[in-house]
């Protein structure tokens, strides 16, 4: 594999474990309280869009598999990944629509309205077993990807010795 294709597949995976670490800590507001969740989730928003530029190629192909001949697990899994996109935008949009710490500090009045309220605990709460199943579709991509950085990170280290 070219030096090019190896640089973007391992961005791709630091990337992809910082967004992993950073939805971990966006998730527990009752661990950092409601005023650190809601600014960590302004800036949660940079390693997501960066996550989907990383994979704009898949974005663009899977879009062409829902209309061609593939496997039922192709199909799905693209599928899926554009519900768990589009359920973390709206978790993301009603966030900041209920937000009473983050656009009040920015001086952004909103009157907060409950339907916003259910929606963002609703599409927060959905988020979470909807990435499992996400991590476990693509949980052999994470485990050879994973072999094969340690066993890189291992050859860089005995070459250097």
């Known amino acids: 594999m070219s030096n090019w ?3 973007l597949q391992k961005t791709r995976y630091v990337m992809d474990v910082l967004l992993l670490i950073s939805f971990m800590l966006v998730s527990a507001p009752q661990a950092t309280g409601v005023p650190l969740h809601e600014w960590m989730s302004l800036f949660f928003i940079i390693p997501f869009v960066i996550h989907l530029l990383l994979h704009w190629d898949w ?12 496997s039922a697990r192709a199909r799905f899994n693209a599928i899926w990944n554009y519900v768990i996109y589009l359920m973390m935008l709206l978790a ?6 209920v937000s009473v710490a983050l656009l ?6 909103l009157d907060i309205q409950d339907f916003w309220s259910k ?6 709460t959905l988020i979470m077993p909807m990435l499992g199943i996400h991590l476990a579709l693509y949980w052999d991509w994470i485990v050879k990807l994973t072999k094969k950085m340690s066993a ?6 005995e070459s250097k010795i």
Not at 92 to 97: K, R
Not at 104 to 109: A, V
């Open 152 to 157: 890189k990170s291992k050859g860089e280290v």
């Open 92 to 97: 993301t949009v009603s966030g900041f629509l």
């Open 104 to 109: 009040p500090d920015l001086n952004i009045r």
């Open 59 to 70: 974005i663009k192909s899977s879009f062409k598999l829902l209309f061609s001949q593939v």
């Open 119 to 124: 929606i963002h605990h609703d599409s927060a």
């Open 5 to 7: 294709k190896q640089s």
